[in-house]
C-alpha cells in the first residue's frame, strides 16, 4: 500500500471539518473524492500534502508516518500537489512556473530531460514556454500548474478540482492528460465536484458528506449507486 490514511480528524479553531476519515492509495491507483462543498474533500488533499497537521489520526506513505511532516519534506518524499485555483506564479513564464516544481532536485541533466517531457506532453505549453503565466487562458494554466507539480517527479499527484471552471473541450483535455499521466505508474488521488467525470476515470472511489466517508468502493459501482445518482450525479 503506498498511501494509509488512517482516522483522520482535521480542525480549523473550533470547526472540524474533517470528522475520522480513512482511505487507502495503492502504488500507481486512481482514487477519486466525491462529495459537495463543504464536505472535507480539499481539506483531505491538504493534510495529506502536509498544508494542515491532523487533530488525531495517523498518515503513512509509503511506509512513512507524514502526519507531523513539512510540506516540503513530503515533497520529497514523492507527493505532489495541484492546488484549487491553479495558483501559477503569474509574473513569471510558463518555462519558470516549470521549472519552480523542481525545486527539491539537484539532478540538472534530468531536470533539463524532465522538461523536456512535459513540453512534449503539453505541446501547448512548448508553444508559450516564454510567455508570462498571467496571459493564459485558465485551461493553459491549469496545464501549467500540473506539469509544475510533475517535475517533482513525484509517485502520488493529488489534484483538487482540475476542471473548475473550464470549458468541456478543456475538460476532456485534461481528463486525458490525467490519464496518460497515471499509466506512466503515478498515482492519482482527485477530488473533483464533477462527480462522473470522477467516477469515469478513477478505479476506486470515496463519498465525502460533512467530513465523514458516507460511502467508498470501485468507481464503476459508486457510478451505479442510487444515492451517488441522486444526490451527485443528477440522475
Known amino acids: 500500500m ?20 480513512s482511505l487507502e492509495v495503492d502504488e500507481a491507483d486512481f482514487v477519486a473524492l466525491i462529495g ?3 464536505a ?15 487533530s488525531a489520526g495517523s498518515i503513512v506513505f509509503d511506509g512513512v508516518a507524514i502526519d507531523r511532516m513539512s510540506a516540503d519534506r513530503i515533497v520529497r518524499l514523492g507527493i505532489a500537489h495541484v492546488p484549487e485555483g491553479r495558483r501559477v506564479f503569474k509574473d513569471l513564464t510558463v518555462s519558470e512556473n516549470l521549472r519552480l516544481g523542481a525545486f527539491t532536485r539537484s539532478d540538472q541533466q534530468e531536470i ?3 522538461l523536456e517531457k512535459i513540453l512534449t506532453r503539453f505541446p501547448r505549453l512548448r508553444e508559450r ?17 500540473i506539469g509544475r507539480a510533475l517535475m517533482s517527479k513525484p509517485r502520488m499527484l493529488l489534484l483538487d478540482e482540475p476542471s473548475l471552471g473550464l470549458a468541456p473541450l478543456i475538460v476532456q483535455e485534461i481528463a486525458r492528460i490525467l ?15 464533477n462527480a462522473e467525470l470522477a467516477l469515469e476515470l478513477a478505479r476506486h ?4 458528506e ?15 449507486n442510487d444515492h451517488v445518482r441522486r444526490a451527485y450525479l443528477g440522475i
Open 2 to 21: 503506498l498511501l494509509q490514511v488512517d482516522d483522520i480528524h482535521v480542525h480549523y479553531g473550533q470547526v472540524a471539518a474533517v470528522k475520522g476519515i
Open 210 to 224: 460533512t467530513g465523514n466517508i458516507a460511502l467508498e468502493g470501485e468507481a464503476s459501482g459508486l457510478m451505479d
Open 36 to 38: 459537495s462543498n463543504g
Open 40 to 54: 472535507g474533500k480539499s481539506t483531505t488533499l491538504r493534510t495529506i500534502s502536509g498544508l494542515e497537521h491532523p
Open 129 to 145: 514556454k516564454d510567455q508570462m503565466a498571467r496571459t493564459m487562458s485558465g485551461g493553459e494554466q491549469q496545464m501549467v500548474a
Open 112 to 114: 533539463e530531460d524532465d
Open 179 to 193: 490519464i496518460e499521466i497515471n499509466h506512466s505508474g503515478v498515482a492519482v488521488v482527485l477530488v473533483e465536484q
Open 205 to 208: 472511489g470515496y463519498v465525502l
